[in-house]
């Protein structure tokens, strides 16, 4: 014992330090293995969650080519892992730099304070200069994966206009195939501050709702009926709740509807408002009920002009 206090005097370490350094290696050490074993869980969440869908589309539909749900999968997860096998290194990496950086403290005394601002002003300039987008990314890409704000085959809304599933988030970029499979790229750093709707954050339920028009002369509990029954006659129900009618608006053009159901999915949720738009127009012939206030004259076929009464028809 009193060799290595010798030994570690003639190196000029006092006992403090030393105790400093084991406390610190020891320390970081456990920590290191708690990040490790925090990645390993959190991928696979990821790849169980991706394992689990159902389809890749907003809008399922028969593609020009063959590709089956189990490659969309597999070829999901291998990016995922190509990915989260990026994020563990630049993790790990990180946190042993600044493991060793905390450990080596009590000796950056020992180095020339010239050599230490030399070295500390090349790598801001670096950074700041030519590693700046892609740093941005990445530790953007590394909060997207694991706070969750979307995942892989998540159905989203963005900008209130592009309506789509996320395809794939890479290191970089995330990419949202949209419903008529164009793709939207969208660096993660602007991805992740942007407002979004997502439809499957929770679950995939959807309380889906058609909006249509009626003339303030129809019988608006014949009108609630029927609106019903065609929303009953649709496949892309869930059957959790019956339809609900409801009088949304008194406006000048007519009275505003809406007749809502449950869906399972988005994706069920598009096609069950198209199929009960269409049962809507059907049906409301076949009863004579106008859907709004002002008709065209038939003479406007002879014409070519539209012809307005002042009073609804």
């Known amino acids: 014992m009193e060799t290595l206090e010798r030994y570690i005097t003639e190196l000029g370490f006092s006992p403090v330090i030393v105790f400093y350094i084991i406390v610190v290696f020891f ?6 293995l708690f990040i490790k074993r925090h ?3 959190v991928e696979r969440k990821g790849t169980s969650f991706i394992d689990k869908l159902k389809f890749f589309e907003a809008v399922r539909t028969k593609t020009p080519f063959s590709r089956s749900v189990r490659k969309q999968k597999n070829s999901a997860l291998e990016r995922f892992s190509q990915r989260f096998t990026i994020i563990r290194r630049t993790v790990l990496l990180g946190y042993i730099l600044i493991w060793v950086l905390i450990m080596i403290f009590p000796l950056l005394g ?3 304070a010239t050599l230490i601002s030399l070295v500390a002003a090349v790598v801001a300039a ?3 200069v030519a590693a700046r987008p892609f740093l941005e990314n990445l530790i953007s890409g ?3 994966t694991f706070s969750k704000q979307f995942r ?7 900008n209130d206009r592009e309506y789509g599933t996320v395809e794939d988030i890479t290191i970089t970029h995330s990419v949202i195939k949209l419903w008529d499979w164009k793709r939207l790229i969208i660096p993660n750093s602007q991805m992740l501050n942007k407002e979004m709707v997502s439809y499957t954050a929770k679950d995939s339920f959807l309380w889906a709702h058609v909006e249509f028009w009626v003339n303030y002369e129809v019988n608006i509990n014949k009108v609630k009926g029927l609106a019903i029954s065609a929303a009953l006659e649709s496949e892309y129900l869930a059957n959790s709740e019956y339809p609900k009618f409801w009088v949304m608006g008194l406006e000048k053009e007519g009275v505003r509807c809406w007749v809502t159901v449950w869906t399972k999915s988005p994706t069920d949720a598009w096609y069950a408002k198209i199929d009960i738009r269409s049962r809507l127009i059907e049906i409301f012939k076949e009863h004579n009920i106008k859907t709004h206030c002002y008709n065209i004259d038939e003479r406007s076929s002879n014409t070519g002009e539209e012809v307005k009464d002042d009073v609804p028809k």
Do not use: C, E, H, Q
């Open 27 to 32: 320390t970081g050490l456990i920590i290191y």
């Open 110 to 112: 020992r180095i020339p």
């Open 39 to 41: 990645l390993n869980a």
């Open 126 to 128: 670096v950074i700041g």
């Open 142 to 144: 590394i909060v997207i």
């Open 152 to 158: 892989t085959g998540d159905t989203v809304l963005i």
